[in-house]
């Protein structure tokens, strides 16, 4: 079946630092891919996504690129804030799933001043 | 506009127990889910409706989990009979229009069976 896999956590890093947090996925067909991110206290956020091979989703600073040779969809950031201290989850979406999302078990980062 | 809104926030139940759960999508949204998220797990997949149909419920983990929107707007996750298994954060998550909207998803209800 269908499935997210996506580096565990928690991972700690030092305010300016390169952020990367790997997922792979399984799926028939041609999945949509997502990173949703969990502030301290929050409901999941979108935070970007990309529907096709070789797209590239991007919002505040972070980056995914939709790799279909790899099953792929790594999360990177080049310069983490405090800010960015939440968790992190992967997902993905099959065109036949009416739109449920599958996600994978998430990553904590911590970035510490 | 108001985000998605769910209540309680925090339920404590004894097993044995029904409880419910409610989640109020943003207005007009006429997709719904509910997601189960266990302890340091991810969110898993339990139903979806389009407007009032529950057209997936492939992810009920028994027949004690039951989901209604009668009216293609409030929807009510109830449990039955809860059981230590049941203890998770219930999220609700909805969309504008097709089920391949972009979901937008509430603060969730922590279900605690002792």
């Known amino acids: 079946g269908d499935s997210v896999t996506q580096m565990e956590g928690p991972v700690t890093l030092s305010e300016e630092a390169f952020l990367t947090i790997n997922c792979t996925y399984t799926?028939?067909?041609?999945?949509?891919l997502f990173w949703y991110v969990q502030y301290p206290g929050e409901g999941l956020q979108l935070l970007l996504k990309a529907t096709k091979a070789d797209d590239k989703g991007s919002n505040k600073g972070f980056e995914a690129t939709y790799r279909k040779e790899t099953t792929s969809f790594h999360l990177e950031k080049g310069s983490v804030q405090v800010s960015d201290s939440a968790v992190y989850f992967c997902a993905l979406r099959t065109t036949d799933s009416w739109g449920k999302l599958q996600f994978g078990a998430g990553t904590q980062v911590v970035v510490t001043p | 506009g108001a985000g998605v809104s769910q209540s309680p926030r925090y339920k404590v139940a004894k097993r044995g127990q029904d409880v419910a759960l409610r989640c109020d999508p943003i207005s007009g949204h006429v997709s719904l889910f509910w997601y189960q998220q266990a302890l340091g797990q991810g969110p898993e997949f339990l139903t979806y409706f389009q407007n009032e149909a529950q057209l997936d419920k492939s992810g009920l983990p028994s027949d004690r989990f039951f989901a209604e929107r009668p009216e293609g707007s409030v929807s009510t996750l109830k449990i039955q009979r809860t059981q230590q298994e049941d203890s998770a954060v219930y999220l609700c998550a909805s969309s504008r229009e097709t089920s391949t909207d972009t979901q937008y998803f509430g603060p969730g209800t922590r279900l605690t069976v002792l």
């Open positions: 799926a028939t067909g041609y999945p949509s």
